[in-house]
């Protein structure tokens, strides 16, 4: 089968498209023929040797990526939740080795859920690591409550579009952050009220703030403390809380933590629920072709990704 490997880290031209050989499933596995792929700023970090890439440099070969949607081709022998046609999709084994850029994938059942019918298989594979990571965040971490005032940064972006409509979805006041440009966009996701962050500073508009979801780092974790209430909650995705920040955070009496998603076919059947009622819908920003990996990642890498980028064989 036609896998892209990746040898040594760097720029995007270092995954490099070869034949290995199909995996063999395990008893608690499925093979899945890959559909499609949603491609994560995690994705383009790992390749660029930071991201998970430590837990990740001695596997040989090592193929990157976690986000899939595909047809079930084989069953192992304790599954029984699937069967050989199924359409499902999931997040594979983060943050572990997913070997997601593939033709096939060895995916644990316990990691899948069946995609609903009324969405495509891109939408579904865009409908993952993030969606699982706002779904997780929001839901049993900061177990966001209906009438709860929550603002999520980067509300235009892969995780920020799913958090918008989790938050509404949990009848939370939802104000988004994005450029002037996305301001439609995270609106019409459900946000009560937009902040357009190149003209505004987004601590001098809002405050006394139930729970933030910070999804840029940097300073923007300092400015968050700042707006969230007593007793409130600020989960930091994208590079961690630092020791003193967390420090900050309990003088302040706000629960401060840094979150990573996990993989879970239990999260992914209330996620599909969602999709097929509508509750949840993926927004795709582009989508490339298989041999089009490269382009794929350097478009994540800009940052400036509306929605999902996602891959299709």
């Not at 859920?113 to 594979?125: F, Q, R, T, V, W």
């Not at 999804?215 to 809380?241: A, C, N």
């Amino acid at each position: 089968m036609k896998a892209f490997i990746l040898s040594d880290p760097g720029a995007a031209d270092m995954l490099q498209l070869s034949d290995v050989e199909k995996p063999m499933i395990q008893p608690d596995q499925v093979l899945v023929q890959i559909k499609a792929i949603s491609i994560n700023p995690v994705d383009a970090k790992s390749r660029a040797g930071k991201g998970v890439y430590g837990r990740l440099k001695e596997i040989k070969p090592l193929i990157l990526g976690w986000d899939i949607s595909g047809i079930v081709s084989e069953v192992g022998t304790e599954v029984t939740d699937f069967k050989v046609g199924d359409e499902v999709f999931g997040m594979v084994n983060f943050p572990g080795h997913g070997r997601a850029y593939a033709e096939y994938v060895a995916a644990p059942a316990s990691h899948l859920a069946l995609k609903p019918d009324n969405i495509s298989h891109e939408e579904a594979a865009a409908a993952t690591l993030a969606a699982l990571t706002a779904y997780q965040g929001l839901v049993q971490q900061a177990k966001v409550q209906a009438g709860q005032k929550v603002l999520i940064h980067a509300a235009a972006g892969g995780v920020g579009h799913f958090a918008v409509q989790i938050a509404k979805h949990l009848g939370a006041h939802v104000t988004g952050t994005s450029s002037a440009a996305n301001k439609d966009l995270v609106l019409k996701l459900g946000a009560d009220a937009h902040i357009d962050y190149r003209s505004v500073k987004f601590e001098e508009v809002v405050n006394d703030l139930d729970f933030v979801l910070e999804t840029i780092g940097g300073d923007q974790i300092d400015r968050s403390l700042e707006v969230v209430k007593k007793g409130g909650t600020m989960i930091s995705i994208p590079s961690g809380l630092s020791e003193q920040i967390t420090e900050k955070a309990k003088a302040k009496d706000i629960n401060g933590f840094f979150f990573l998603v996990q993989s879970s076919g239990e999260d992914m059947k209330i996620i599909a629920e969602w999709l097929e009622k509508g509750i949840l819908k993926a927004h795709l920003s582009k989508t490339y072709s298989f041999e089009q990996m490269f382009e794929a990642h350097k478009h994540v890498e800009t940052g400036r990704t509306v929605g999902k980028v996602v891959v299709v064989l």
